[in-house]
């Protein structure tokens, strides 16, 4: 999954599990994304995942939100779920071989 794609359902799921408005989510996420000296462009799911865990409930409590933890929890799953969704299905190579024949 390329990295701008990764922030960016990153960015939808916190805004879906936060209730915060598009560019307030972006804004946080940007934030903590910098406070674990990370960029948007070079940014792994691995990294996206304790960037969640570790930094963003302090941010989401900074900004209101009545349970952080959930809030993380609850994106956490999401971004687990668009991750396995986005990943290349395994295949038995006798599978390959016969959809390159068109068989």
């Known amino acids: ?18 209730g915060l408005d598009r560019l307030a989510a972006r804004g946080t996420m ?8 990370l960029e948007v462009a070079t940014l792994t799911s691995a990294q996206l995942d ?9 941010e989401l409590r900074a900004r209101g939100i009545a349970n952080p933890a959930a809030a993380c ?10 991750a396995q969704s986005a990943a290349p299905q395994e295949c038995a190579p006798e599978d390959l071989f016969r959809r390159l024949r068109g068989a």
């Not at 390329?2 to 599990?17: K, N, V, Y």
């Not at 940007?30 to 000296?37: C, D, T, Y």
């Not at 304790?50 to 302090?58: F, I």
């Open 1 to 18: 999954m390329a990295s701008s794609s990764l922030f960016e359902i990153g960015c939808d799921a916190l805004q879906q599990a936060s």
């Open 30 to 37: 940007r934030l903590a994304l910098k406070k674990a000296g």
């Open 50 to 58: 304790v960037v969640v865990k570790r930094l963003l409930p302090e």
């Open 73 to 82: 929890e609850n994106l956490t799953q999401r971004l687990a779920a668009a």
